[in-house]
């Protein structure tokens, strides 16, 4: 199961262009909240979630991922079951993905140390010992996923469907929804 982590501001491309294109793939996506059953974006979006941070059982999940958005990675970083979590993941082996803003925060916890990522361009100062990799839609070291920005939701969410449904997959879900990128 893809734990998708939604704080009040998240970025909604960012969080559902990948959620979109892991379910065309038949992967089971929980867009969850920090509390409650609906949570609104940076855009004025607000989205029904299908579970809370209370509810996840951290054993189901192969994949966990943080969108940006300042006030969502804000709202994030701000619960430290968030944190807990997202080590727990990582310790596991499983993946942890983050794009644009969010970043930062899986350098906060510590998991970017000497490792390759990207971010939202300017935050880069935030990125406590990462390895930069400028200009690119994303960055896979190991079990670590980042992103760059909403952009780059398209290339990043088809790169998470790769990675848990392989590349035929990522490739059949590409051609489905006509993505030229």
């Given amino acids: 199961m893809v734990?998708?982590?939604?704080?009040?501001?998240f970025e909604e491309t960012?969080?559902?262009?990948?959620?979109?294109?892991?379910?065309?793939?038949?992967?089971?996506?929980?867009?969850?909240?920090?509390e409650g059953e609906l949570?609104?974006?940076?855009?004025?979006?607000?989205?029904?979630?299908?579970?809370?941070?209370?509810q996840i059982d951290p054993e189901a999940v192969d994949l966990i991922f943080l969108p940006?958005?300042?006030?969502?990675?804000?709202?994030?970083?701000?619960?430290p079951r968030v944190?807990?979590?997202?080590q727990q993941v990582h310790r596991k082996g499983k993946y942890v993905a983050a794009i644009c803003a969010a970043p930062?925060?899986?350098a906060a916890f510590g998991l970017l140390e000497n490792k390759h990522a990207v971010c939202y361009p300017g935050m880069e100062g935030q990125m406590a010992g990462a390895v930069m990799c400028p200009s690119v839609p994303y960055v896979v070291e190991g079990n670590l996923i980042t992103g760059e920005a909403a952009g780059a939701a398209f290339p990043f969410g088809l790169k998470l469907?790769?990675?848990?449904r392989g590349s035929e997959e990522a490739q059949r879900i590409k051609d489905a929804v006509h993505y030229h990128g």
Avoid: F, M, Y
């Fill in 3 to 9: 734990c998708i982590l939604l704080g009040s501001g």
């Fill in 14 to 34: 960012e969080a559902l262009v990948p959620a979109d294109l892991l379910r065309r793939a038949g992967v089971e996506v929980a867009l969850t909240a920090l």
């Fill in 39 to 54: 949570v609104s974006g940076s855009h004025g979006i607000t989205v029904k979630v299908d579970t809370t941070l209370a």
């Fill in 68 to 79: 940006g958005g300042l006030g969502g990675v804000n709202a994030l970083g701000g619960d």
């Fill in 83 to 86: 944190a807990q979590l997202v």
């Fill in 104 to 106: 930062t925060l899986l």
């Fill in 161 to 164: 469907v790769e990675l848990l």
